[in-house]
């Protein structure tokens, strides 16, 4: 109790010193609160309200038209030249067919699948005496190019009705391939499928015999023709037509002038994946070696390192590279042309409403124009010499240049005597006809553009997924003329060593996918040809077998047929196909020596001598049969072959042979990848 009566007095005041509601840190913090909650309200941000953006009448960012036929109407056109190209040459035809449309008092336009909508073809007939022209090559084994794929699909796939429109197609092709001239064949046949008009016959160029020629005749009876149709005349005698015109930068900036770039400008410098033909990767090159021990000849190995640049690539596939001209060449045409190389130049479309505003990555210099631009080596088309004879000052001179692109017999006669027997490349032109003096920038603007090179990919991406190696085979030649005439991009690759004075070399480069591809089943046993450098694709699908069993997948026969001149001389890969046969990677391996004896055995013989195995492999086992190298002979030959094999030992008629063989390519069990 005591305690407790002494805790009474002591709570008592405690209670009197907490009387105030409020003490002064109490005050102070409710005045801090009140302040922050005054000056919230007072000042805080207001929420802004999101703005309703009206559309601009004008897209900010320039994009292309896709609508052809606006185009067309906006510029009073009435002709539309499509094109189908991989290496430029159709692309070229279709310029020159458009041109040739002004002449005849008609306006046409070259334009390229891949940009427009061709579903608008359905609308032609909205335009008077319209005419839709299609200039398509064949690719590979009768496939469409690249930029027509998806055109090509649309005619598979679509049910379009092209009641009103006019069309005439010029196919380029190759007889040496299977599948000759199949995309202008199935362009003119589905055409007239959906309805359209065909106003003159298809047309068929054969670039294993003469191309050009086979245009011209076909140019020069399909106007005629046309304008009949149309009920139009010529406006009378040709003359030159300019599609650009030259602007001399005097104050550029520098960092603004394309140095070989092929699109964006700094992209060698400043590069970004994805990779691809507008886009190619540098790839270093780590391996340049020499693989013939001897010949005349050089047959050489390379290897591009292609790490970090998330390239994939699979066996089969091709590799783009994309070579410079020679130098010296170019200093010769610079001397003769009279025109300061360094001087940066534009060439801009007079047509102000063309998706192609420059023939070239613009502004550049001439030196890197021909350079890296423009195909300066190899025999010039007919519509340059016809373009440039009205600068020689000698009347002959004029006289035989003009002749030359025409259809006439001699004018044809005279264009192979004179440019492609002894092979003359523009210098070789302009130094033989020395009264003619073209000015640079038109000449530029005649020439066609230099294409990138395929290679058939000789490594397999599971052994080497941060490398492609390229196996290929020098050009150098002498002509008629006394001249040596080298391949441009393969003494380019020669010259590329891994390290040139502390300097690493690089190749710009892209991976182009190919339809060449190694059974589904690893249990099918594969049948390779491939003489020469046939054996690059082959390189990579041994190495890949020889992955796939070491990840302890059973993988079925794999046989080689390969072919050289001599066994002690250009026997490419010698060691490596030894080491796979001891391994028993390779099952088998074949080898002719065409020149090591007085009668010359081919590959096609060693096939014979194995015909009743190689028969029960394909007939009763599923192989596949893989054909690598040249087209014009060798694979001829080898699938001639096969057919005689087929009637002997499958007891078929000559036509049931064929199509034997035929229906193997369908499914997949016959593939060549083959070049002439």
Request: proline share 5%; aromatic share 10%.
């Amino acid at each position: 109790m005591a305690d407790a009566q002494s805790e009474a007095p002591a709570q008592q005041e405690l209670l009197e010193v907490e009387e105030p509601l409020l003490s002064n840190l109490d005050i102070f913090l409710f005045s801090l609160i009140a302040g922050l909650l005054i000056y919230w309200v007072t000042f805080r941000k207001k929420p802004e309200p999101i703005p309703e953006f009206k559309k601009l009448d004008a897209p900010a960012p320039p994009s292309r038209e896709t609508s052809f036929l606006e185009k067309m109407k906006k510029t009073g056109r009435n002709i539309v030249v499509f094109y189908g190209s991989q290496t430029g040459t159709a692309e070229e035809f279709a310029n020159r067919l458009s041109k040739d449309a002004q002449r005849y008092g008609m306006k046409g336009m070259a334009a390229d699948p891949e940009e427009y909508d061709m579903a608008e073809l359905s609308r032609m007939s909205e335009i008077d005496n319209s005419l839709a022209i299609f200039c398509m090559a064949t690719y590979g084994e009768g496939d469409p190019t690249d930029n027509a794929q998806d055109f090509y699909d649309w005619l598979q796939e679509g049910e379009a009705d092209l009641d009103g429109l006019n069309f005439a197609v010029f196919g380029l092709g190759n007889k040496t391939y299977e599948h000759y001239n199949a995309m202008g064949k199935y362009v003119d046949k589905r055409l007239e499928e959906l309805g359209a008009k065909r106003v003159f016959d298809l047309g068929m160029g054969d670039d294993d015999a003469n191309l050009e020629e086979d245009f011209v005749s076909w140019r020069e009876q399909f106007w005629p023709a046309i304008c009949e149709h149309f009920g139009v005349e010529a406006t009378g005698e040709e003359s030159s037509i300019r599609q650009y015109e030259l602007k001399v930068e005097e104050d550029v900036n520098m960092n603004k002038v394309y140095t070989g770039e092929i699109g964006r400008i700094k992209s060698f410098e400043n590069q970004k994946p994805p990779f691809d033909a507008k886009n190619p990767f540098l790839a270093p090159v780590t391996v340049n070696r020499k693989l013939n021990k001897g010949g005349d000849r050089h047959l050489m190995h390379l290897e591009l390192d292609i790490s970090g640049s998330k390239i994939r690539y699979e066996s089969g596939d091709h590799v783009a590279v994309y070579p410079t001209n020679d130098t010296a060449i170019v200093s010769k045409l610079g001397d003769i042309l009279g025109v300061d190389l360094d001087m940066v130049i534009s060439l801009n479309n007079l047509d102000e409403e063309s998706n192609k505003k420059h023939p070239f990555p613009c502004p550049t210099s001439y030196r890197t124009a021909l350079t890296h631009y423009l195909d300066i080596t190899h025999p010039p088309r007919t519509n340059v010499l016809y373009e440039l004879a009205q600068y020689a000052s000698d009347p002959k001179d004029q006289e035989s240049m003009r002749k030359m692109a025409s259809s006439s017999p001699e004018g044809k006669a005279l264009y192979q005597s004179f440019v492609l027997d002894p092979c003359r490349n523009i210098l070789a032109i302009l130094e033989d006809i020395p009264s003619l003096k073209p000015p640079a920038d038109h000449l530029c603007e005649l020439l066609p553009r230099l294409q990138a090179r395929y290679y058939s990919i000789a490594s397999s991406s599971k052994v080497h997924p941060n490398s492609i190696h390229i196996c290929c085979v020098v050009v150098e030649y002498e002509t008629s003329t006394g001249r040596t005439n080298r391949g441009v991009a393969t003494n380019w690759l020669k010259s590329k060593l891994p390290t040139d004075n502390g300097h690493k070399a690089s190749v710009p480069m892209y991976v182009r996918k190919s339809q060449f591809r190694l059974p589904f089943k690893a249990t099918n046993p594969v049948i390779m040809v491939g003489p020469g450098t046939g054996i690059a694709p082959f390189m990579g699908f041994i190495q890949e077998r020889g992955w796939l069993k070491e990840q302890g997948k059973e993988v079925g026969e794999t046989v080689l047929y390969y072919g050289c001149r001599h066994k002690s001389e250009d026997y490419l890969y010698e060691e490596e196909l030894a080491e796979f046969q001891k391994s028993g990677v390779l099952t088998q391996l074949n080898v002719a020596f065409s020149r090591d004896q007085a009668q010359k055995v081919y590959v096609q013989h060693l096939l014979k001598n194995k015909k009743e195995e190689i028969w029960k492999q394909v007939h009763s086992n599923s192989a596949h049969i893989y054909i690598c190298g040249d087209a014009r002979n060798m694979a001829r030959d080898v699938q001639a072959t096969f057919h005689e094999m087929a009637e002997e030992l499958g007891g078929l008629t000559h036509t049931q042979a064929v199509d034997y063989v035929k229906k193997l390519m369908t499914k997949g069990r016959y593939s060549q990848d083959v070049w002439s």
